[in-house]
């Protein structure tokens, strides 16, 4: 008979407040004081805020108008992408003495396999208090960890005693651990999902357990399967180091709402923009992404995955904008944002001239299908994308 292989051992870490933490370090005036990391203007959001910021209510992602609102006192920095990138890779290299499965989310987090590791430690545990311990006597930072079989466990868990905090979920104590959880505490599970499963009496992961796969599926697709596994703690992803980047893309916030014709100038100048970073990849992308928000804040996206893939900037730019004429809200609809991007990229393909880089500061990264998945919630469709990562 043969033996199943042992548990992994997951530990995932988060910086804290990162961007706000290292302008924190380094001008030791802002120190104790609330800082927000964000360009001012009516159409910038916060990238980062200090702990004393949060006090106030600030966020990530909000809008910088809000979080002045919220808190008058708040210092302003602009982002400085060079400098903390600079710090993610003085991270990365502490990360690199314990594994090589290193698996990157963004600059300030990613999930390492300590299953094995290189320092012969006997428990995952002691390499994430060794890996906090490195962060902050040699980077001056504070880092959350989280320990668990899995990568789903772990991020839960490093979340658990933020900041500067280390959690730990043993197997045996999955399902106690889970069961009592409001479902909002599944990564993946936006406020749009949490609104539609309280509507259907799911509201902690329990709630979650107790119904049959058949009907998750029926409430939510696709996602419906992937639930009832993260319900139960299932999570066979594994850590995949050095992936590479699904997609490539640029987008941009327009002064003041417009209607769409009007977003075609700025199609076509993130257009060049993608098209210019995509000559540094030897891999072949498939699909054509565009993607709009409205004045709202409600998310679109559109795709298409042409029998063959542009073979200039005009002709991309052509079907970036051809994909505009698919969104039908009416005239009177206005926009606030846009972007452009390629994705579905044919990993064992390779062409003459190289084709994708994901190492431009102000592109996003959009996973995409071929599919127009727009009538998805896009929190559902950002858990549909992080599955098949």
Excluded at 62 to 71: F, G, H, K, N, Q
Excluded at 168 to 175: F, G, T
Aim: hydrophobic share 40%.
């Amino acid at each position: 008979m043969i033996e199943p292989p042992p548990p992994r051992k997951i530990v995932h870490v988060d910086m804290d407040a990162f961007y706000a933490s290292v302008e924190q370090r380094d001008n030791p005036e802002l120190r104790g004081r609330p800082v927000v990391v964000a360009w001012r203007g009516s159409r910038s959001v916060v990238c980062a805020a200090s702990y004393e910021a949060r006090k106030f209510g600030v966020r990530s992602a909000m809008p910088a108008v809000r979080a002045e609102r919220l808190c008058p006192e708040a210092v302003f920095i602009p982002p400085d992408f060079v400098r903390y990138k600079a710090v993610s890779k003085a991270v990365r290299q502490i990360f690199e003495r314990h594994t090589d499965l290193i698996e990157p989310l963004s600059l300030d987090e990613a999930y390492l396999d300590v299953t094995e590791n290189k320092l012969g430690l006997a428990t995952a545990t002691r390499v994430a208090k060794r890996i906090r311990q490195e962060i902050r006597e040699e980077l001056n930072l504070t880092a959350s960890a989280g320990v668990a079989p899995n990568k789903f466990l772990a991020k839960i868990a490093s979340d658990w005693r933020k900041p500067d905090g280390l959690f730990v979920i043993q197997p045996h104590e999955v399902e106690s651990f889970l069961v009592p959880l409001p479902v909002g505490r599944i990564p993946g599970v936006g406020q749009v999902t949490e609104a539609r499963m309280k509507a259907v009496g799911i509201a902690t992961v329990g709630d979650l357990c107790a119904m049959e796969m058949v009907m998750l599926e029926g409430y939510f697709g696709r996602y419906g399967r992937r639930l009832y596994e993260l319900a139960r703690g299932i999570d066979h992803n594994p850590v995949i180091a050095n992936r590479a980047s699904k997609s490539i893309s640029a987008e941009d916030t327009f002064p003041v709402d417009i209607p769409l014709p009007e977003t075609e100038p700025l199609l076509r100048k993130l257009a060049e923009k993608v098209w210019v970073a995509s000559r540094q990849n030897a891999r072949m992308a498939r699909t054509v992404v565009l993607k709009l928000k409205t004045k709202e804040f409600n998310t679109l996206t559109r795709s298409l995955t042409p029998p063959t893939m542009p073979a200039s900037l005009e002709e991309f730019a052509n079907v970036a904008v051809s994909l505009a004429e698919r969104v039908d809200l009416g005239p009177n609809q206005l926009f606030r944002l846009v972007g452009v991007g390629l994705s579905n990229f044919q990993v064992e393909q390779v062409i003459e001239t190289p084709l994708f880089s994901n190492d431009e500061g102000d592109q996003a990264l959009i996973a995409s299908s071929s599919e127009d998945q727009s009538a998805l919630p896009s929190d559902i469709l950002d858990s549909l994308q992080s599955a098949r990562k």
